[in-house]
Every structure is written in structure tokens, then in C-alpha cells.
Nanobody, 122 residues
Framework: VQLQAFGGGLVQAGESVRLSCATSGRIFSSSTIGWFRQAPGKEREFVASRWWNDGRTYYSDSVKGRFTISKDSAKNTVFLQMNSLKPEDTAVYYC????????????????WGQGTLVTVSS
């Protein structure tokens, strides 16, 4: 499985960005696709995830209500819609696959896309 994340950029606080994670290869229903982010000098943190098939989603408390993870099944692409962005959302965002189900720990995700930088100015 290969994943490719894109869509980052420079935005102002309060604006929106949509990230895309294009996937290729077979992804089983037991998998979740997650978004993580890593700010300079900080650990990689969980942002959101979604079961590949049944649509259940999970969010970190810091983004709940502002970010939405979704999937276009026809394109095998997972999106992260980020609204009401804050400067503290500035980070490199990664998408990844966990073939063993749900976890918020990046250690359980075995396939990663390259990161895409989101910078939110105040």
C-alpha cells in the first residue's frame, strides 16, 4: 500500500484547508487511515482516523468540531477538511494506514505518506 498526502499550504487563522491522501494498493476493511501531525520540536500526534469501510471516525480533542475526515471511495482517497484553523495547527501533516484496526498511536501505523506542511499565520 502506498499513500500520498498533499494539499498543505500557508493560510491565515480562521481559514480552511483540505488535505488529501491518495491511496494505492489493497486496503482491507480491518484497516484505518489516520492523519497525524508533527510540529517542530514536538512529537507526532494523532489528529483523526477513519475505518476504511464502515465510516466510523475518531478525532483528537484539539481538532474535534473543526476537522472532518472523509473518504471518496471511487478515488480511494481520504480527506481531512480543516476549518477554523489556528496557529497551533501549524505542522507537517501525514496520512498513514493501520492494517490492524483502530489506534491513536503512530507506532501501529505501518504505511505512511510523505508529509505536507500546513502553516497557519496569526
Amino acid at each position: 500500500v502506498q499513500l500520498q498526502a498533499f494539499g498543505g499550504g500557508l493560510v491565515q487563522a480562521g481559514e480552511s484547508v483540505r488535505l488529501s491522501c491518495a491511496t494505492s494498493g489493497r486496503i482491507f476493511s480491518s484497516s484505518t487511515i489516520g492523519w497525524f501531525r508533527q510540529a517542530p520540536g514536538k512529537e507526532r500526534e494523532f489528529v483523526a482516523s477513519r475505518w476504511w469501510n464502515d465510516g466510523r471516525t475518531y478525532y483528537s480533542d484539539s481538532v474535534k468540531g473543526r476537522f472532518t475526515i472523509s473518504k471518496d471511495s471511487a478515488k480511494n482517497t481520504v480527506f481531512l477538511q480543516m476549518n477554523s484553523l489556528k496557529p497551533e495547527d501549524t505542522a507537517v501533516y501525514y496520512c498513514a494506514r493501520n492494517r490492524c484496526g483502530y489506534s491513536r498511536s503512530w507506532r501501529y501505523f505501518d504505511s505512511w505518506g510523505q508529509g505536507t506542511l500546513v502553516t497557519v499565520s496569526s
